[in-house]
């Protein structure tokens, strides 16, 4: 009969996590009581933020327990079901944790429609960095035609669509990423206005050739010196989206602030966090909107799709690496 794999959280790491961080396990595929419906899971989002939620200590969300399954966002199939609201054969997304299987009373889940757009996609564009990248570039960056915008992380699942919502509201785009195939896709693929190669341009330089009249909003995705850098090259009344610091995720040694801060005081700026989470009431009406600029061709949606649940210690690493394009998403059924 056939078993349920789930991925545990074995260890906590420290610094780049390492293969023994996690156990795999099978056991017993569940029932489901009256309320309940199980779930075949099908993909789950390797996101960024997972390597934050096997720290312990305080953040917006509790850390994931040791020996508990590892939280992950995932869409599958109801295959089983004595809860009223979803019917076997339903699509859903909710958080399913790293595993193949998995029970739910439904609270949290809302069913998806393969026949509108491949499983993935709600995983990316329309899922959780998709939201992400809609509200943070458009609330908290409060976008306006004409902005000169820098995204980082440009060629990633935020990061992308951030840059594409910029270029439909009319704004002028330059886009960092890792490498020359990454910079080249952003401008022939995505439309990007340019792109800066962070590991192998001057970066400071670049940034004063794309923006002679400085940034007026940078979505920052990855902190640290890029993000120092962007402070020194604020426009007046320049607007800092932090989104995430995915060059600290992994530090052993507490992060250091940007040293560039009065640039904030000098050009009445301003930096602001966000958490995507904050949004929920309105995810509904940005996928519509998202979903209509797909539509139009306006909006390309990207999923890297890797297989295999034994395979999830060495594809979350490629988030850190960044071996992939686009949004990161691990098949675990089989
Ligand atoms: N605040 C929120 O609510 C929220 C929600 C979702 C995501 N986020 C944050 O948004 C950011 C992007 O998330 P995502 O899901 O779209 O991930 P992603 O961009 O699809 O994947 C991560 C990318 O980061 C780049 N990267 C890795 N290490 C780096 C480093 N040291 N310096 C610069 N770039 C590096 C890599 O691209 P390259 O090849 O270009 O290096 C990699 O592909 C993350 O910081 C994440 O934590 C925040």
Redesign the pocket.
Same mark, same amino acid.
């Given at each position: 009969m056939a078993q349920n794999k789930q991925l545990l959280l074995q260890k906590r790491p420290i610094g780049l996590p390492e293969k023994d961080t996690w156990k795999l396990v099978e056991t017993e595929i569940p029932s489901p009581k009256i309320g309940e419906i199980l779930v075949q899971c099908e993909y789950v989002s390797l996101? /960024?933020?997972m390597r934050g939620w096997i720290n312990e200590g305080r953040s917006y969300i509790a850390p994931v327990e040791l020996n508990d399954v590892m939280r992950a966002g995932g869409v599958g199939k109801v295959i089983e079901s004595k809860n009223a609201t979803f019917n076997v054969g339903d699509y859903v997304y909710g958080q399913t944790g790293v595993q193949q299987y998995m029970l739910t009373d439904g609270k949290g889940y809302h069913k998806v429609d393969p026949s509108l757009a491949p499983l993935p996609t709600y995983l990316g564009t329309l899922g #959780? /960095?998709g939201m992400?990248a809609y509200f943070g570039i458009l609330e908290v960056g409060e976008l306006k035609e004409g902005d000169a915008v820098l995204v +980082?992380?440009a !060629? $990633? !699942? @935020? $990061?992308s669509i951030v840059g594409q919502i910029a270029k439909i509201k009319g704004c002028t785009v330059i886009g960092m990423? $890792?490498?020359a195939d *990454?910079c080249k896709y952003l401008i022939e693929e995505l439309g990007f206005d340019g792109a800066i190669d962070? *590991?192998n341009d001057n970066v400071a330089t670049k940034i004063k050739e794309y923006f002679p009249k400085g940034i007026d909003v940078y979505f920052d995705?990855?902190g640290?010196e %890029?993000l120092d850098l962007a402070l020194g090259r604020l426009a007046m009344h320049g607007r800092i989206v932090i989104? &995430? !610091? %995915? +060059?600290q995720y992994n530090n052993k040694t507490a992060i250091k602030g940007p040293s560039n801060y009065m640039s904030l005081l000098v050009n009445r700026g301003t930096m602001r966090g #966000? @958490?995507?989470?904050d949004y929920a009431k309105d995810y509904q009406k940005a996928a519509m909107q998202m979903g209509q600029w797909m539509l139009q061709g306006k909006l390309k949606s990207k999923e890297d799709v890797y297989e295999g649940i034994e395979n999830f210690h060495d594809t979350f690493l490629r988030?850190?690496s &960044?071996e *992939?394009l686009? *949004?990161?998403v691990l098949k675990v059924s089989e």
């Open positions: 996101d /960024p933020a #959780m /960095p992400t +980082s992380g !060629a $990633g !699942a @935020v $990061g990423a $890792g490498g *990454k962070y *590991k995705n990855v640290g %890029i989104c &995430g !610091a %995915i +060059s #966000m @958490v995507v989470f988030l850190f &960044g *992939k686009g *949004k990161l």
